[in-house]
């Protein structure tokens, strides 16, 4: 490993950002590109925020983007695609990425994995396109996940896609310039729990010490260094990738504070002020709830459901739900238990009606492959998409208290997205009504027919086709006053 420069930054009063002069020296840090913090005012007086703290409405400018694209890929990808979810003909209905735990793989085994990973079938503008296809408007992908291993060229480390595979490439940074190129925005993973860097080992009955883990111990005096490590593989990412989102994971270790958390949310806001950080860099996370606790303020700009929707959105609360095509994030080449179109479409909505964003995940293989179910799958949504997206993106949750008993409902000014899953027999659609008069109704898919209403002071019903346009889910547009 070489040695790190680091970025120190004082939370006083003041903030204060300090380069040190050799990080100034170096021409591959784009340091120009960072602005010095602004004063910092604290959001409460008891809690010293992971500043920089900004205004309600700087908050709002920042999120924008990523509270109007609804819609993303996740892409879990790394060595783990090699054992595809079997070693030494040991297989597991655990997920496919934490093979180097169910499977005790010690480090110094699970490294061989990389002689074997050549994806040359790995096509930067066929993802993106798959991505773009769907609907999606960005990529989050596993920079790093519980493994160590980078999937782009770190300098601090040897263990990478560039030095330690035959491959030789940086898929990251094709896949960047493809986002870039084709209009999406790109994104990070980056695991704190890291099962190869030598400040971890594992200690755990039957197990390996230097194998994966839920949790590790910290080698004493291990954890400056590794944090540096961390930082180091974080600057790389940020000023040479320019990622919109940093999605941590990991940071459930009991060596990892809140504190800690703090300190790296403040760093990597430091090196890219207007990134999105999720609530795992700290310890707000409620486990796969997902949602930030709110005893205190946290680390992070946004939730993190996994494997779940939750059952009411908050208002002024940012989430995204991460799930899976099958039941397993890295690629694991026997699971075949698929979710259909239908329940991937009924989850954006679902999750769109409640606030939130839907980050939907795929795990190449070792060959650089999306696997054909899962891109099947998305262009099933991209389908509906191309028709539907207007009730998706740039909207905010429903309007109606309480949830619609045929279907989900999004809202933009001026407009409410019915979402109808359950097509009324009889023709007539009966909405409750919400507080504001309807001025005009129509299909998404067809907007020059206006549908007849009739208002009462409970309902309104709506004259809708006998048959609905689509079987997954038609949309009707309600325009109201804004
Ligand atoms: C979990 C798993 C991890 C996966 C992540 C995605 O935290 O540990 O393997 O990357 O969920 O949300």
């Keep these: 490993m070489k040695r790190l420069r680091t970025l120190f930054f004082f939370s006083a ?24 913090n602004k004063p910092v005012t604290y959001v409460s007086d008891k809690v010293k925020f992971a500043g920089p703290v900004e205004t309600k409405a700087e908050r709002d400018a920042r999120m924008k983007w990523w509270r109007d694209v609804r819609f993303g890929m996740f892409i879990h990808w790394g060595l783990y695609a090699v054992p595809a979810g079997e070693y030494k003909g040991q297989r597991s209905t655990r997920i496919g990425e934490w093979i180097m735990e169910w499977a005790n793989i010690p480090r110094a085994e699970y490294e061989k994995f990389a002689l074997q990973f050549n994806p040359v079938k790995f096509n930067a503008a066929e993802f993106v396109r798959i991505a773009k296809d769907a609907g999606m408007k960005y990529i989050v992908i596993t920079s790093k996940h519980h493994d160590g291993f980078a999937m782009y060229d770190s300098k601090v480390s040897t263990y990478d896609i560039v030095d330690a595979t035959p491959y030789h490439k940086d898929p990251i940074k094709a896949l960047a310039a493809e986002a870039k190129k084709q209009g999406l925005k790109f994104c990070f993973y980056y695991s704190i729990l890291d099962w190869h860097h030598p400040s971890q080992y594992v200690d755990a009955p039957g197990k390996d010490p230097s194998a994966g883990n839920r949790t590790t111990k910290m080698k004493p005096g291990g954890k400056e260094e590794y944090v540096a490590y ?5 600057r790389e990412l940020i000023t040479t990738y320019d990622p919109g989102v940093l999605w941590f994971d990991g940071e459930w270790q009991d060596w990892w504070t809140e504190e800690d958390g ?22 707000g996370r409620q486990g796969m709830v997902g949602m930030s606790k709110t005893d205190r303020e946290y680390a992070g700009d946004f939730g993190t459901p996994e494997q779940q929707i939750p059952a009411n959105g908050l208002p002024g609360v940012d989430w995204e739900s991460c799930m899976t095509m099958n039941t397993t994030w890295g690629f694991k080449f026997y699971d075949d238990q698929w979710k259909s179109s239908q329940t991937i479409i009924r989850n ?3 999750i769109a009606s409640k606030g939130g964003n839907y980050l939907l995940n795929v795990g190449p293989t ?5 696997p054909q179910p899962s891109v099947e799958r998305l262009a099933e949504v991209g389908k509906w998409m191309k028709v539907n997206g207007a009730a998706i993106y740039g909207t905010t949750a429903s309007p109606f208290p309480t949830q619609l008993t045929f279907g989900r409902a999004t809202s933009k000014p001026g407009r409410v997205y019915l979402h109808v899953f359950d097509w009324p027999a009889d023709g007539n659609l009966r909405v409750p009504v919400w507080g504001k008069p309807v001025k005009r109704a129509y299909l998404l898919a067809n907007p020059k027919t206006a549908l007849k209403f009739n208002e009462s002071s409970e309902a309104v019903s709506i004259q809708v086709p006998l048959k609905a346009s689509d079987s997954i889910a038609t949309v009707l547009v309600l325009e109201t006053a804004n």
């Design 348 to 350: 954006l909505i679902d």
């Design 230 to 234: 961390m930082k180091g593989q974080l």
């Design 13 to 36: 009063p003041i903030a204060i950002l300090y380069l040190s002069p050799v990080a100034q020296m170096s021409n591959k840090l784009q340091f120009g590109a960072i602005k010095p």
């Design 366 to 370: 070792a060959e650089g492959l999306i």
């Design 262 to 283: 703090q300190d790296l949310y403040r760093f990597v806001r430091a090196l890219k002020p207007d990134i999105i950080i999720n609530n795992r860099v700290g310890k």
